[in-house]
């Protein structure tokens, strides 16, 4: 992190700038009303048409409102307080989706390296780290894994559903340092659960790239979580 990102970071803790989804005064990143979104029941959600290779996705809500001020005020504006709030909804989704005592391997999608540059840091591996600390706090056996590197690629904002999909096809390998590694995240499915997990579901095309990575090295994906999905209109 160069030293403006750790000037924000640190100006976030001290100067939390007030309630990150309405801009109400107080310390608080999220105040007691915009707090509320992140305590509603985790919801099924499929894009239609799915792409192929997508798994069953599981997510905290509609991408809308203070959910989705939420995530652009962390993703977008360095709201690093966020981090553990939003980490702990996306624990929530996650548990919705496995209540069975098993293992999980969380497997955050990775930014690339012009969005980690941009945003001082992978704004998804602090995420699932957050979200396997309440997990463990939750008496649930979670692992973070990053088996997956993303290539460079243009930003998908803005694209359509078959941009997204052509973009998504060649943006995920595996990590030159995971081959030794693969057959113990594959355990983990066996015994448990691999979990993608992401910050919106839109297309799903990102999703399902990464999972079809995945399961080419012998790893099938159980389930997708994310903190928000969009809904198409018209």
Known sequence: MGG??????????????????CGAAGRAAVCGRCADVLAQPAQSRRPRPAPVGLP????????DGALRALILAYKEHGR???????GQRLATVIRA???????????????????????????????????????????VPAVGATPLRARPRADSAGLDREQRAAVARTAFAVRWSWPGRL????????????????DVLTTGATLAAAAEVLHGVGVPVTFAATLAATRRHG
């Not at 924000?8 to 803790?13: F, G, K, V």
């Not at 069953?56 to 991408?63: E, N, Q, V």
């Not at 057959?183 to 992401?198: I, P, Q, T």
């Open 4 to 21: 403006s990102g750790v000037i924000a970071t640190l100006l976030d803790l001290v100067v939390p700038g007030g309630c990150a989804a």
């Open 183 to 198: 057959s113990a995240l594959a355990a983990v499915a066996d015994a448990g659960a691999v979990v993608l997990v992401d």
């Open 97 to 139: 989706g496995w209540p069975a005592p098993g293992p999980l391997a969380l497997v955050p999608i990775p930014a690339t390296p012009a969005a980690i540059r941009a945003r001082h840091g992978d704004h998804m591996l602090r995420l699932a780290r957050q979200a396997v600390r309440a997990l463990a706090a939750d008496g």
């Open 56 to 63: 069953a996705c599981l997510t905290g809500g509609d991408y």
């Open 80 to 86: 690093r307080g966020l981090a553990a709030p939003l």
